[in-house]
């Protein structure tokens, strides 16, 4: 199943400039064999932003790097730790589930469907994580997540509840529950697809805000125009396999496969 | 609102039919049936009314001297305490249950679905009768070492490894009996149920909690099963008024103390058992009206914050509209 370490002492990952290092990544759901072989690096500080037709795995994949879903071969690291396994003596064993939960807390999601928890208001929301897993005092906590809501300009809502909050509303607030972590690394997986499409720039203006600040960020989006302005990488991804990659302007304006350039023509 | 504004169809301006300020005024249809059928139930209830009064057979005065005579006091305090204890131990045990079929692990799956197969196959009337002759088994009951009566003489070894005995009479009492019956029985539907409520809440809200580095058990506690308890509150109302009526099988442990025993007893001893029949009615009928009120608001708390995420939505939606 698992191939060889390709370094050795590769607990510590290959590089430290490195956030994201993806080495042949499969996954299958039983027969169905999604993702065949990914190689991605992800530089520090570097947006990139992922591209590709329906059902090509780009959800999957994203899922994989926070250990959402276990991989089937293939390494990957983030920050230098080898999600979801541990590396000894040549033989890989899994970490148990609270590990892996340890893992998860260097990295934030959004989700297409934002997933806000109903039942909370919107400051719990964004409290809910340090408070909870990382056991930060309730004043402090409540004063990190107040400062990040103004930061998504949702100062004034923090009493509401998610049901009260329009679509993009909602999207800022995920965002900043994912930011109460202090993430290093931020996943988003088609964060305005779900959205009106007035509601879409209110969403990309906060997440160019964390470009700018430096955020290592992979951004699954249909938004061209976003990759195109803060992205630092394009990739297109098609059945399971990475097509194309490298700057955004450079492979929109001059694809070099014929499938990309195919689906470029569709949604551009 | 644009009503009375839409011309297009109706060119001509109203003016008798609206008054001045265009409110519609119309005859009403009329509904005879609603008539027929109110005046005929009338007549019925009457008729019910009559009976009630004039029957000697219900025998009122000795029906209400009897309701509060202090067996019969003694009776509602023990089912009152057999149905919450019951049902709190059930409710632990349907949740612990539910999880065990829930989870990962396929030992405990398969002891989940055992013992909710089990329960929810025996009636309780035989679980109750069934408890009450567990003594039977072992005249005591004994903590120590499994099997040592046949390891032990193996091993050249005298005597037992047993540290403690209690009698079987002093531990499995009527009253212990009935909880055991009622609350194993109750915690199978109570797992069921529970299992619904996971059930029912959307697998995002676990891959959210999930990433953002919640372990399984904080998943859980913080945010799958708060939000299952919307799905999960009203069934378990229901389950507590059938607790409060199933009370009654523990006569069959037997358990003596508790309410429709001892209103039989009397009807029995004064041979007049009719009245005392009509008593234990209302006595469930009271005690059911209490739990309902109970349930409803219950309910209502468990659905507040969705009303007031729905009332602002509405503000919203009109101060937007106008
Ligand atoms: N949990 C799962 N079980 C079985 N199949 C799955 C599962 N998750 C995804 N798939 C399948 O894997 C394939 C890739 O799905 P994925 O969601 O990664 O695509 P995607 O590129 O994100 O597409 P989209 O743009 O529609 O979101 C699809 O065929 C999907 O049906
Ligand atoms: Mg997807």
Redesign the interface.
């Known amino acids: 199943m698992t191939q060889d370490a390709p370094r050795v002492g590769a607990v510590t990952g290959p590089d430290d400039d490195l956030m994201v290092v993806a080495e042949n990544v499969h996954k299958s759901f039983g027969r169905l064999h999604v993702l065949r072989g990914i190689d991605l690096e992800v530089r520090r500080g570097e947006v990139m932003c992922v591209v590709g037709p329906s059902g090509s795995g780009k959800s999957t994949f994203l899922r994989c790097v ?1 250990h ?1 879903e276990k991989i089937n071969m293939g390494r990957l690291w983030v920050n230098g730790h080898l999600m979801g396994y541990r590396q000894k003596r040549g033989k890989l064993h899994e970490l148990h ?2 590990q892996v ?2 893992q ?2 260097g ?3 959004v ?1 297409q ?1 934002f ?5 909370m208001s919107v400051l719990g929301n964004v409290m ?2 340090p408070v ?2 990382k056991r930060e005092k309730r004043a402090g906590a409540r004063e990190t997540a107040l400062h990040l809501l103004e930061r998504v300009g949702l100062a004034d809502k923090a009493g ?5 909050l329009s679509g993009g509303q909602q999207q800022r607030v ?1 965002i900043a ?2 930011l109460a ?1 202090r993430p290093e690394l931020m996943l988003f997986d088609e964060p305005t697809s779900a959205l009106d499409p007035e509601l879409v720039g209110e969403v990309l203006d906060v997440m160019k805000d964390l470009a700018r600040d430096g955020m290592t960020m992979i951004v699954v989006t249909h938004e061209m125009g976003f990759a195109r302005e803060v992205g630092d990488s394009l990739v297109f991804m098609d059945e399971g396999v990475v097509v194309e990659s490298g700057e955004p302007r450079q492979v929109l304006a001059n694809p070099l496969h014929e499938r990309t350039r195919a689906f470029l023509s569709k949604v551009l | 609102m644009n009503t009375g504004s839409d011309s297009t169809r109706s060119p001509k301006a109203p003016a008798a039919e609206t008054d001045s300020s265009g409110t519609i005024k119309a005859v009403p249809v009329r509904y005879p049936w609603r008539w027929a059928t109110a005046a005929v139930l009338l007549v019925l209830a009457c008729m019910l009314v009559n009976m009630l009064v004039t029957n000697e057979k219900f025998d009122w005065p000795f029906l209400f001297s009897k309701m509060f005579s202090e067996p019969v006091l003694i009776g509602v305090r023990t089912t009152l305490i057999l149905t919450v204890l019951s049902m709190v131990i059930g409710i632990v045990i349907g949740i612990i249950a539910a999880i065990m079929r829930l989870s990962a692990n396929p030992v405990l799956v398969g002891v989940g679905w055992l013992y909710t197969w089990f329960f929810r196959a025996v009636p309780r009337l035989v679980l109750c009768v069934l408890f009450g002759n567990v003594g039977i088994l072992y005249t005591n009951l004994e903590f120590g070492l499994p099997f040592d009566n046949y390891w032990m003489p193996l091993l050249g070894i005298d005597g037992d490894a047993r540290f403690y005995s209690i009698p079987m009479n002093d531990l499995l009492t009527p009253f212990m009996a009935a909880i055991l019956a009622l609350s194993l029985s109750e915690g199978a539907y109570m797992a069921e149920i529970v299992r619904a409520g996971l059930l029912s809440v ?1 697998k ?2 676990t ?10 058990t ?1 998943v859980l506690r ?2 799958t099963l ?2 299952a308890l919307r799905v999960i509150v009203p069934p378990t109302g229901n389950e507590a008024t059938a607790m409060l009526k199933d009370t009654s099988l523990v006569s069959a442990i037997p358990l003596t103390t508790e309410l429709f025993f001892q209103l039989r007893a009397i009807g029995n001893s004064t041979f007049n058992l009719f009245p005392m029949l009509v008593a234990a009615c209302l006595w469930y009928l009271a005690i059911t009206s209490l739990l309902m009120a109970g349930q409803y608001f219950l309910e209502r708390s468990f659905t507040r ?2 009303r ?3 009332a ?2 509405k503000m ?1 939606q009109s101060r937007t509209g106008n």
């Open positions: 926070n959402l589930d609270s939960a340890q998860r807390r990295i934030g999601m989700f469907n997933n806000l928890f109903p039942h809910e994580a909870q897993v509401s509840f998610p049901r009260q995920a529950r994912a972590m | 959307d995002g809200q891959e959210a909690a999930q990433a953002l580095g919640m372990s399984r904080k913080r945010i708060p939000q914050g969705d007031q995420a729905m602002g939505v919203t």
